[in-house]
């Protein structure tokens, strides 16, 4: 899973606490791929030149120890491959 927002040229690699508190609030349905998502969460970020994730592709790791809020904008259907520009505008938005 990756955090980002779309504006940015930085992403962080998410991972998640054993422990992890809100977890039901991250109910997407059947599939939790290709889902678009504003998230509030708390937890720990580390930053490291060797890399996070898969092929350490991320110079960046949010630990992720709660989910406050959690709320699907948009999910990739057969016909729409790509996210719709104002998903993409408003998403880290307040």
């Given at each position: 899973m990756e955090l980002?927002?779309?504006?940015?040229q930085d992403a962080a690699w998410v991972e998640f606490d054993p422990e992890l508190k809100g977890r039901r609030k991250l109910n997407f349905?059947?599939?939790?791929?290709?889902n678009v998502a504003k998230v509030r969460v708390r937890g720990v970020v580390?930053?490291?030149?060797?890399g996070f994730g898969h092929s350490n592709g991320w110079r960046y790791?949010?630990?992720?120890?709660e989910i406050l809020d959690a709320k699907v904008l948009w999910k990739l259907h057969g016909s729409t491959k790509d996210i719709p520009e104002d998903i993409r505008?408003?998403?880290?938005?307040?």
């Open positions: 980002t927002c779309f504006k940015k349905g059947k599939s939790a791929f290709d580390r930053g490291d030149s060797s790791q949010f630990a992720v120890r505008i408003n998403a880290c938005r307040q």
